[in-house]
C-alpha cells in the first residue's frame, strides 16, 4: 500500500487555515495516523484511526477520510505546529509513511 | 509513564553487525506489538520490522529481509533489532515505538546508526 502525501512542502503564516492529503493506493478504512515531527526529536502521534484526537493534542488539529483520500487540517496555525508532519497507515503489513509535507513559516 | 529508551547505535564498517536494544517501562510490554521505524539524514520515515506481543510473530520490510532480525524479552521488557550485513543506506536514526491497533502512540528518542568504512 502506498500513500501519496502532498503538497511536500507548505509556506504559512500564523493564524492560516492548512490543509495536509494522504491519498492511499488501495483501501485502508480508517487506520491512519498522523504524525507531528520537529528536527531532532521523534514523531509525535497527532490522530488516529483517521479522525480521532489524541489526547493532549490541541483541538486546532482535526483529521478527515473520505474513501482512500485522508486530510489533517490545522484550524489556525500557531508558532508551535511549524514541523513535518507524516501519515502512516496500518492495515497491513509493511505499514508506511507518506513522503512528508514540511511546513515552513511564510 | 510510558518510556521507551533506545541504545546500541555507533559506527559500523560496510558488511558488520550491530544490535540496537529499546528498553520499555510504564506499560505491561508483552501486551504490545513493537516496532522499529527509521530515518536516514535528512529523510522521511521508513517502517523496518515489526513484531507481535508475544514474540511469535515478525515482520520485515523488504529492504532488511533476511539481514536484519527483530525479537523481544518480555522478561526484561526489552525489545531487540539485530542488523547484519549492513550497508551504507541503513544509515538512519531507529526508533521503537509502541503499536495500537490504529497507530503507534509512543516513540524512543532513537540512536544512530551510521554504516562507513
Known amino acids: 500500500i502506498q500513500l501519496t502525501q502532498s503538497p511536500s512542502s507548505l509556506s504559512a503564516s500564523v493564524g492560516d487555515r492548512v490543509t495536509i492529503t494522504c491519498r492511499a493506493s488501495?483501501?485502508?478504512?480508517?487506520?491512519l495516523a498522523w504524525y507531528q515531527q520537529k528536527p531532532g526529536k521523534a514523531p509525535k502521534l497527532l490522530i488516529y484511526?483517521?479522525?480521532t484526537l489524541q489526547s493532549g493534542v490541541p483541538s486546532r488539529f482535526s483529521g478527515s477520510r473520505s474513501g482512500t483520500d485522508f486530510t489533517l487540517t490545522i484550524s489556525s496555525l500557531q508558532p508551535e505546529d511549524f514541523a513535518t508532519y507524516y501519515c502512516?497507515?496500518?492495515?497491513?503489513?509493511?505499514?508506511?509513511f507518506g513522503q512528508g509535507t514540511k511546513l515552513e513559516i511564510k | 509513564e510510558v518510556q521507551l529508551l533506545e541504545s546500541g547505535g555507533g559506527l559500523v564498517q560496510p558488511g558488520g553487525s550491530l544490535r540496537l536494544s529499546c528498553v520499555a517501562s510504564?506499560?505491561?510490554?508483552?501486551?504490545?506489538?513493537m516496532s522499529w521505524v527509521r530515518q536516514a539524514p535528512g529523510k522521511g520515515l521508513e517502517w523496518v520490522s515489526a513484531?507481535?506481543?508475544?514474540?511469535?510473530?515478525?515482520y520485515y520490510a523488504d529492504s532488511v529481509k533476511g539481514r536484519f532480525t527483530i525479537s523481544r524479552d518480555n522478561s526484561q521488557n526489552t525489545l531487540y533489532l539485530q542488523m547484519n550485513s549492513l550497508r551504507a543506506e541503513d544509515t538512519a536514526v531507529y526508533y521503537c515505538?509502541?503499536?495500537?491497533?490504529?497507530?503507534?502512540?509512543?516513540w524512543g528518542q532513537g540512536t544512530l546508526v551510521t554504516v562507513s568504512s
Open positions: 510504564g506499560f505491561t510490554f508483552s501486551n504490545y506489538a
Open positions: 488501495q483501501g485502508i478504512s480508517s487506520y
Open positions: 502512516q497507515h496500518l492495515n497491513s503489513y509493511p505499514f508506511s
Open positions: 513484531i507481535s506481543g508475544s514474540g511469535g510473530t515478525t
Open positions: 515505538a509502541k503499536e495500537v491497533p490504529t497507530s503507534f502512540d509512543y
Open positions: 484511526a483517521a479522525s
